[in-house]
């Protein structure tokens, strides 16, 4: 009956040999953190497209400033940050520090939008409502993660977004 027990330790000795010890230390067993990012692209309007949605002939707005903000089950502001466009209007927005508790409405594509908060061109700085922009754009859940090896990302898409010029000379009429 002995010999029995000795044959059925003789695999867990053979692993614990085999397996570096630093393979079983809790900081390696511990699951590396996924982020939450929203991105998206903010534009200027053309006055062809002036009081719609359509984004034909729009330019890409390179440091307007744009804000995430989030709320809690109870419709608090639990999570809010701007973040800024870059040389082609996209903007990639880790919302560093935002927590979602357990509650299925907390959830980022619940809980975030995003808004417009401002643009660098005197010639274009008046919001719309393009894709919410002025309400707040609801978040997509496209599928989309970045994975390396020491991070991960789930990427959420809004809009895309657009301020429009202040003055636009009316269309004549033939």
């Known amino acids: ?20 010890s630093a393979a079983l230390e809790p900081a390696l067993l511990q699951p590396k953190p996924i982020e939450v990012v929203v991105e998206g692209t903010v534009f200027c309007q053309s006055c062809n497209d002036y009081g719609t949605w359509n984004l034909n002939k729009a330019k890409p707005i390179e440091s307007a400033i744009v804000g995430v903000i989030c709320k809690d089950h109870r419709n608090r502001v639990s999570f809010y ?29 619940h809980a975030c939008k995003v808004r417009l908060v401002s643009s660098p061109l005197s010639s274009c700085n008046l919001l719309t409502n ?45």
């Open 1 to 20: 009956m002995a010999g029995i027990h000795f044959l059925a330790a003789i695999p867990l000795l053979i692993l614990s040999s085999v397996l570096p």
């Open 81 to 109: 940050k701007t973040f800024t466009t870059g040389k082609y209007g996209y903007f990639y927005a880790v919302l560093r520090g935002f927590r979602s508790s357990q509650s299925f409405l907390d959830h980022p594509l």
């Open 130 to 174: 393009v894709n919410y922009g002025l309400y707040g754009a609801p978040l997509r859940y496209e599928n989309k993660r970045l994975v390396r090896s020491n991070y991960e990302a789930v990427i959420y898409a809004a809009g895309p977004l657009a301020f429009r010029p202040a003055k636009c000379v009316p269309k004549a009429e033939p």
